[in-house]
C-alpha cells in the first residue's frame, strides 16, 4: 500500500522510516507551501482554521502523488482537532480523492483502537510482532534524536558568525539520522549531528534574548506554517525554546499523562473545566518560561482557535503577574512571512530595551551602594 501522513517539521524522517519498515511504500508530504495551501483554501469550509486547510492541501497533493491511505491522528475533547480526519474524508470523496484515513488515537486514550491499527499496519505489511516492536523503538530513537538537534540547533543559531552555517549544518545532521537504519546507528549519527552543530563558528560573548514559543501544536511544530518563526528570531541573534516537541508530547500520552501538573501550574488562572487543545498548556507554559528567567514570549494560535483565544484572554493577567511580554501572533491564509518578521522585529527591540533598562537599573544602585 502507498501511505502517507501530515507534514509536522523533521519528523517525517522518522515517519518514513516506519511506513517503509512496515512493509508499505511511503509516499513522503512535500513541505507546505502556498500552493499546498491554496490547495486546502479552496476546498475546505471558510471557518476552518489553518491546520485543517494545510492538512487538506497535504493531503490531495499526497492523493496526486499515488497515496492510497494517510496515517494521521484522532482525539477527543473540546478541540475540534481531534475530528478532522472525519471532514477531511468526506472533502476527499466528494472531490474524487477516496483516500482512507487511518485516524490513531493516542495510547492512553483508546490502547485498543491504537495497537489495532497498528496491527491491521503489520499484517498487511508482512512483518512479525517481533520485528513491529523493533521498527516502533527505532522509530522512536529517531524521533528523539531529530528533536534533540533540532534544540541544539536554536541555541546555537543566534551565536552563529556567519549566517546560514547552522542551518547546513543541521541538515547534514539530519541526513545522518534519515541514513541510520539501527540503534547503535542512530546513537551515533545523533552526536555526530550535535558534533557538526557545536562546531559551527560562535560568538559566545554574545548574551541573547530567550523567548519561548507557545500555541497550539502544529502551528509551533512546522515551521512553514509559522512561517519560520524560530529561524526567523535565531537570525535576530534570539535564542527560543519551543514548549512542545513531537518526542515530549508523544511520550505524555502514550506512556504518562503529566498534563494535571500543568493543570495545577495554571489553576489560579484558569479553574474552570479543560479548555481544549493546548490552552491550558499556553498559560502554565508562560508562567514556567517567567519563572526561568525567559525575556518573553510569542503565543502562536491559528486564527479562530477557541482554546488558544481563551488563553489569550487569561495572558495579559499573566504577563502582568509575572512581569514578563507576550506577543500573540494569529495565523491564518492571510498572514505573511513579513507581517510576522516586523511584528517580532518590534518585539525583539522592545525585550532589547526592557533589558537595557533593567541593567541601567541595577547599574545605579551598584554606583549608590
Same mark, same amino acid.
Given at each position: 500500500m502507498k501511505i502517507s501522513f501530515p507534514r509536522m517539521g523533521y519528523s517525517y524522517i522518522a515517519f518514513k522510516w516506519l511506513v517503509e519498515n512496515l512493509g508499505h511504500e511511503c509516499i513522503v508530504p512535500p513541505e507546505p507551501s502556498n500552493h499546498t495551501l491554496d490547495l486546502g483554501v479552496r476546498y475546505a469550509p471558510e471557518f476552518a482554521c489553518i491546520p485543517f486547510k494545510i492538512l487538506l492541501g497535504t493531503y490531495i497533493e499526497v492523493a496526486q502523488m499515488g497515496a492510497q491511505a494517510v496515517i494521521t491522528s484522532g482525539g477527543m475533547g473540546p478541540c475540534r482537532a481531534g475530528y478532522y480526519w472525519v471532514m477531511h474524508k468526506y472533502l476527499l470523496e466528494e472531490m474524487g480523492l477516496p483516500m482512507q484515513i487511518i485516524a490513531m488515537e493516542m495510547p492512553l486514550l483508546?490502547?485498543? @483502537?491504537?495497537?489495532?491499527?497498528?496491527?491491521?499496519?503489520? /499484517?498487511?505489511?508482512?512483518?512479525?510482532?517481533?520485528?513491529? !516492536?523493533?521498527?516502533?523503538?527505532?522509530?522512536?530513537?529517531?524521533v528523539k534524536a531529530i528533536d534533540d538537534i533540532e534544540i541544539r540547533s536554536h541555541q546555537v543559531r543566534p551565536l552563529e558568525v556567519k549566517r546560514g552555517d547552522t542551518t547546513r549544518a543541521i541538515n547534514e545532521g539530519l541526513a545522518f539520522i534519515d541514513a541510520a537504519q539501527r540503534e547503535h546507528e542512530i546513537a551515533e549519527a545523533r552526536q555526530e #549531528? =550535535?558534533?557538526?552543530?557545536?562546531?559551527?563558528?560562535?560568538?559566545?560573548? /554574545?548574551?541573547?534574548?530567550?523567548?519561548? $514559543?507557545?500555541?497550539?501544536?502544529?502551528?509551533?511544530?512546522?515551521?512553514?506554517?509559522?512561517?519560520?518563526?524560530?529561524? =526567523?528570531?535565531? &537570525?535576530?541573534?534570539? %535564542?527560543?525554546?519551543?514548549?512542545?516537541?513531537?518526542?515530549?508530547?508523544?511520550?505524555?500520552?502514550?506512556?504518562?499523562?503529566? &498534563?494535571?501538573?500543568?493543570? !495545577?501550574? #495554571? /489553576?489560579?488562572?484558569?479553574? &474552570?473545566?479543560?479548555?481544549?487543545?493546548?490552552?491550558?498548556?499556553?498559560?502554565?507554559? +508562560?508562567?514556567?518560561? #517567567? /519563572?526561568?528567567?525567559?525575556?518573553?514570549?510569542?503565543?502562536?494560535?491559528p486564527f479562530?482557535?477557541?482554546?488558544?483565544?481563551?488563553?489569550?484572554?487569561?495572558?495579559?493577567?499573566?504577563?502582568?503577574?509575572?512581569?514578563?511580554?507576550?506577543?500573540?501572533?494569529? $495565523? @491564518? %491564509?492571510?498572514?505573511?512571512?513579513?507581517?510576522?518578521?516586523?511584528?517580532?522585529? #518590534?518585539?525583539? @527591540?522592545?525585550?532589547?530595551?526592557?533589558?537595557?533598562?533593567?541593567? +541601567?537599573?541595577?547599574?545605579?544602585?551598584?554606583?549608590?551602594?
Open positions: 483508546n490502547l485498543g @483502537d491504537f495497537w489495532g491499527k497498528i496491527n491491521r499496519l503489520r /499484517r498487511s505489511g508482512g512483518v512479525s510482532l517481533k520485528e513491529l !516492536a523493533r521498527i516502533l523503538k527505532i522509530t522512536w530513537e529517531k #549531528a =550535535l558534533a557538526r552543530l557545536d562546531r559551527v563558528p560562535q560568538d559566545q560573548s /554574545r548574551n541573547p534574548l530567550k523567548i519561548g $514559543i507557545i500555541g497550539e501544536i502544529y502551528v509551533v511544530l512546522e515551521p512553514a506554517a509559522n512561517h519560520y518563526i524560530q529561524l =526567523l528570531l535565531g &537570525e535576530m541573534g534570539v %535564542e527560543t525554546d519551543r514548549s512542545i516537541y513531537l518526542s515530549a508530547y508523544a511520550r505524555k500520552n502514550t506512556i504518562v499523562n503529566l &498534563e494535571g501538573d500543568l493543570f !495545577a501550574i #495554571a /489553576r489560579p488562572y484558569l479553574n &474552570e473545566a479543560p479548555i481544549g487543545g493546548h490552552g491550558v498548556n499556553s498559560i502554565a507554559e +508562560t508562567i514556567l518560561y #517567567a /519563572r526561568h528567567g525567559f525575556d518573553g514570549v510569542v503565543q502562536l494560535a479562530s482557535c477557541i482554546p488558544e483565544i481563551v488563553a489569550k484572554s487569561i495572558i495579559p493577567a499573566v504577563s502582568r503577574d509575572f512581569d514578563i511580554p507576550v506577543q500573540t501572533i494569529f $495565523i @491564518d %491564509e492571510q498572514t505573511g512571512r513579513a507581517g510576522v518578521q516586523t511584528r517580532l522585529e #518590534a518585539f525583539v @527591540d522592545l525585550l532589547q530595551w526592557r533589558r537595557s533598562r533593567r541593567e +541601567t537599573v541595577v547599574e545605579k544602585r551598584v554606583l549608590q551602594g
